[in-house]
């Protein structure tokens, strides 16, 4: 049996990084080189949803706004983690279970946590 080298088993990897590398470099080329330049004060502006802007889009935010956005997505993303407890639900018998009461055990000690902090609280 003939034994291929090692460098060898490189070569498929570095053939499909060099054909997308390729092929991004080719797209902005073509796409820079294509697109209309034109320019207008009107054009430039911002849109959005068809209303016109008024004023000024820098102003103060609470801070408490995007603690309660992180403690949402944070709490929104162990979700996610009951799908694999799903799928293989009658496989991980007992353990499984186990497991999932202490993970969701975890998550709710913390939202205690932050319920007793006043991080949910939008006035003080």
Known sequence: MQEIS????????????VVAAAFVIFTLFVTHKLTPRINSERKDENFECGIEAEGNARFPVSVRYFMTA???VLFDVEVIFFYPYAVNF???KMEGLLA???FVG???VGFLYIRLKGALEWEK
């Open 6 to 17: 090692t460098s060898a088993n490189y070569i498929p990897l570095l053939l499909q990084i």
């Open 100 to 102: 999932l009461i202490m």
């Open 90 to 92: 009658y496989e991980l």
């Open 70 to 72: 992180i403690l949402f």
């Open 106 to 108: 975890f998550f709710l």
